[in-house]
């Protein structure tokens, strides 16, 4: 079975009500390809979950950008995933690299958060990628392999509401995206991981995106290459090109 495309909106801790209402009003005028070829998920922060929620057209889905790792309680400061559900959020991105370098949460932390957060019934954007320093030594794919040991370490074989999204730190919002070439031989290497550590069938159902420095300009290239299933897109998320980035669906379908 054909992997479907997917396109996700990482809003970041950016927006204010004004800008939020006004990227939501453009994104509904957008002229977007049918949701039989791309899935579009798009994650605001949390405070603006539920205007998104209301005012979005459906076929854009929304998801949060982190939740606590167990049940909610004393826990300050903290979104849990049973509140995630109550507002009807379908998604959780879960280990960005923000999180995993600046908050330092630890590679076993975001398994379990990944697994509590399935296991309350919300899909999870699990993200891994190596730092520049990791990717000179040699060491991306071993680097992405112990992320996704310690996701699936707690998951088991539960990947079926996981969608991994490869983002290399130092394409992050830094204009240095990786070339079509680059992300296919990762996302290949990551396929292959899959494969030989979960099975056969999660490895070809499961979608890997790329994320990194992904504009308008670059999209159409990376989605035609076979593992590329789509992307996690972050500073051009804020813009009316993200409805661009949404139509190289149809590069996919073409290649
Ligand atoms: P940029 O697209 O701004 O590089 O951010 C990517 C990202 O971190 C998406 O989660």
Same mark, same amino acid.
């Given at each position: 079975?054909?992997?479907?495309?997917?396109?996700?909106?990482?809003?970041?801790?950016?927006?204010?009500?004004?800008? $939020?209402?006004?990227?939501?009003? %453009?994104?509904?005028?957008? =002229? #977007?390809?049918?949701?039989?070829?791309?899935? *579009? &998920?798009?994650?605001?922060?949390?405070?603006?979950?539920?205007?998104?929620?209301?005012?979005?057209?459906?076929?854009?889905?929304?998801?949060?950008?982190?939740?606590?790792?167990?049940?909610?309680?004393?826990?300050?400061?903290?979104?849990?995933?049973?509140?995630?559900?109550?507002?009807?959020?379908?998604?959780?991105?879960?280990?960005?690299?923000?999180?995993?370098?600046?908050?330092?949460?630890?590679?076993?932390?975001?398994?379990?958060?990944?697994?509590?957060?399935?296991?309350?019934?919300?899909?999870?954007?699990?993200?891994?990628?190596?730092?520049?320093?990791?990717?000179?030594?040699?060491?991306?794919?071993? $680097?992405?392999?112990?992320?996704? %040991?310690?996701?699936?370490? =707690? #998951?088991?074989?539960?990947?079926?509401?996981? *969608? &991994?999204?490869?983002?290399?730190?130092?394409?992050?919002?830094?204009?240095?995206?990786?070339?079509?070439?680059?992300?296919?031989?990762?996302?290949?290497?990551?396929?292959?991981?899959?494969?030989?550590?979960?099975?056969?069938?999660?490895?070809?159902?499961?979608?890997?995106?790329?994320?990194?420095?992904?504009?308008?300009?670059?999209?159409?290239?990376?989605?035609?290459?076979?593992?590329?299933?789509?992307?996690?897109?972050?500073?051009?998320?804020?813009?009316?090109?993200?409805?661009?980035?949404?139509?190289?669906?149809?590069?996919?379908?073409?290649?």
């Amino acid at each position: 079975m054909a992997r479907k495309f997917f396109v996700g909106g990482n809003w970041k801790c950016n927006g204010t009500l004004e800008s $939020v209402s006004k990227l939501v009003d %453009t994104l509904n005028a957008g =002229a #977007i390809v049918s949701t039989d070829i791309v899935e *579009v &998920v798009v994650a605001p922060p949390f405070i603006h979950l539920p205007l998104v929620k209301d005012r979005l057209r459906k076929e854009i889905q929304v998801s949060a950008q982190n939740c606590w790792v167990k049940k909610g309680g004393a826990y300050t400061g903290e979104v849990s995933a049973e509140q995630l559900v109550d507002l009807g959020i379908p998604y959780v991105i879960l280990g960005h690299s923000e999180r995993r370098h600046i908050m330092k949460e630890s590679h076993d932390f975001v398994g379990q958060k990944c697994a509590y957060a399935l296991s309350k019934g919300l899909k999870v954007i699990a993200c891994i990628g190596e730092t520049l320093e990791e990717r000179e030594a040699g060491d991306t794919i071993k $680097v992405c392999a112990e992320q996704l %040991t310690a996701i699936k370490e =707690a #998951i088991g074989e539960n990947w079926s509401e996981v *969608v &991994v999204a490869y983002e290399p730190v130092w394409a992050i919002g830094t204009g240095k995206v990786a070339t079509p070439e680059q992300a296919e031989e990762v996302h290949a290497e990551l396929r292959k991981w899959l494969a030989e550590n979960v099975s056969a069938e999660v490895a070809e159902a499961t979608r890997i995106l790329y994320g990194g420095s992904v504009t308008a300009g670059n999209c159409k290239e990376l989605a035609k290459k076979p593992n590329v299933d789509g992307f996690l897109v972050g500073g051009a998320a804020l813009k009316p090109e993200f409805i661009d980035i949404i139509n190289s669906a149809q590069s996919k379908v073409a290649a």
